[in-house]
């Protein structure tokens, strides 16, 4: 593979050694944008880099949807090392993003947060890009963000942001697919979205669909998730539940040869009010990872029957206890 290719991460099967070695390798400049921030050692290896002289910047997300906070303790932490730390844009409900740019010439761009859990209980992944492009535009929305200004991509260049662009390009990415659709992805909340996967089942294409179950989805969002995955196995879509992790990650793979990795969940909020980002990959040796842990993950799973959400005594579903920082935003 060229020095420069994309990289993925998977988690929690490669842990938080590459996603510290990624910070550590910061020799003149760092950025990292987070949703939650908590795990120590990657503080420690951003403090390491400003002991180091290297210019660091941080921006957190102040508090979750249902209002609780996460990241004080960070911030603190950060600030009295003497790094540039700021909260999330106000102009967002909430900046769910998880990107991290090293010396303005690489950037990770992942589904997991920056917190133990998410490498360890769940399935995750990130992707390292050296694309002088996405990693030039990652930069751009981190200072528009930074500054509290708009943005808006001038062109489509393989990212995928919110609230700008995302509901579109995953929408035509799924539209291009020809043979296999695979989707790893707990939430089903976007009637567009569904749409387009209900249209590829149409015309042909063979559409797997691993989800969590009821797993970190919210009271409010369990009507609309239940009812689009029924919908979907009425067009021919297989539907299984993920037994061996909690579905965390946010994976489309088109036809085994493309892949849409981000932080946004298939869900009108994501689309439409938060700061989301994602990328399309294209590289093959970072696509067929993809594709053998999606079907290890599929193969070890179970056929999944969503229950009617009407129903006032649902099946229980209790493989993994309920955890408030699991729960998908």
Known sequence: MPANAPYLIVEPDDGLDPVRE?????QTSLLIKQFTFTEASLLE??????????DVRVMLNPQRSGGDRANDESYEQLKAAGIDVQWSSPKF????EKSI???????????FNLMIKYFTLTRDYGIITHDPLHVAQIIDV?????QHRDFTPPKYEGLLWSNSNSRYHMARFIDTAQRRLYIQHPKYVDAVILDHIAAAAHRG???????GGKHGISEWDILDTFASLRTLSRFGVKVRKQKNLRVHAKLL????????????NIDRSAFDLRRELGITITEPDVVGRLRDVFKSDWDISHHYVPPDPLEQN??????????DDLVHE
């Open 314 to 323: 649902r099946p229980v579903e209790d493989e993994f206890p309920h955890d």
């Open 22 to 26: 990624f910070i550590l390798s910061a």
């Open 205 to 211: 294409v063979k559409v797997k669909v691993l989800c």
């Open 142 to 146: 981190f200072n528009a963000d930074w």
């Open 101 to 111: 740019v090293v010396d303005e010439r690489a950037a990770m761009v992942a589904t």
């Open 93 to 96: 409900y909430v900046t769910h």
């Open 253 to 264: 793979i088109v036809d085994n040869t493309s892949a849409l990795v981000g932080s946004m």
């Open 45 to 54: 290896a951003a403090i390491d880099r400003k002991k180091a002289g290297v």
